[in-house]
């Protein structure tokens, strides 16, 4: 996940969200993998030309190119349109972010989730902590967040981080269809209802999250923590922190 793709995830959402034809909205990733997260090359050159910069103004830059992401993954959570992801083979980091701020999820039996930003030296910042926290509880939350660690699709559905888990890729996608024609069915008005109902408790919370973790992350944008997860990143090791 680059810049690009949030840039036009937001737009492609927004369209989808005034699009009278639409009724329900499947997401899925390119290939065999729902998504791999953050693209860290371009983030991680980005991050370091930021922290050698090491001014008010670069720290500025960050916070808005943060929002924007952020921004971008919130309209999906905000579509009125119901949305499905279906989900196969890796689902890390901003992946996470992006099937969280789903209606539903449905899960090749391959699949594997991992909330795995605190590997990298920075606090998911693009909704997870947020938004899964009425999804999986925050045992559950705290467990994958604080560690960093994988889990299985069975375990993602033994904790409701999934809705359900099918035999391969094929069969999800299969699912996901079934489901997204049984909702097609239902009244457009009432669909719209109960996603703005449910949201309107969760996402001033979920906002008022989002901005509390942008502003941590842009404040240590220039630790040396952060700069060692990204060198250690580009030269093919396990990063050694130091909490500075």
């Known amino acids: 996940m680059d810049a690009r793709l949030f840039e036009e995830l937001g737009e492609v959402f927004e369209s989808l969200d005034r699009d009278h034809a639409v009724r329900v909205v499947i997401l899925t990733g390119p290939g065999k993998d729902f998504s791999l997260g953050l693209d860290l090359k371009s983030a991680g050159d980005l991050l370091i030309s930021l922290a ?27 579509c009125r349109k119901p949305t499905i992801a279906c989900i196969a083979g890796w689902c890390v980091g901003a992946g996470v972010d992006l099937a969280a701020a789903c209606d539903i999820r449905i899960a090749s039996s391959d699949s594997v989730f991992s909330v795995r930003e605190v590997r990298v030296g920075i606090v998911a910042d693009l909704g997870s902590l947020q938004r899964l926290a009425g999804v999986i509880g925050d045992g559950h939350l705290r467990e994958l967040a604080l560690t960093g660690g994988d889990i299985s699709a069975s375990r993602a559905a033994s904790i409701g981080l999934v809705n359900h888990v099918m035999d391969g890729a094929e069969n999800a996608m299969v699912a996901a269809a079934a489901t997204a024609a049984r909702i097609a069915q239902n009244s457009p008005l009432a669909l719209r209802g109960i996603k703005e109902i449910l949201n309107a408790e969760r996402e001033p919370r979920v ?27 580009t030269e093919g090791r396990d990063p050694v922190f130091s909490g500075r």
Not at 57 to 74: K, M, V
Request: hydrophobic residues 50%; without cysteine; proline residues 0%.
């Open 52 to 78: 050698e910069a090491g001014d008010t103004d670069a720290r500025q830059d960050f916070l808005e190119l943060l929002h924007g992401w952020q921004d971008a993954i919130t309209a999906v959570a905000s």
């Open 207 to 233: 906002a008022a999250g989002l901005r509390y973790t942008a502003a941590w992350n842009a404040a240590f944008i220039f630790s040396e923590d952060l700069r060692e997860a990204m060198q250690a990143f």
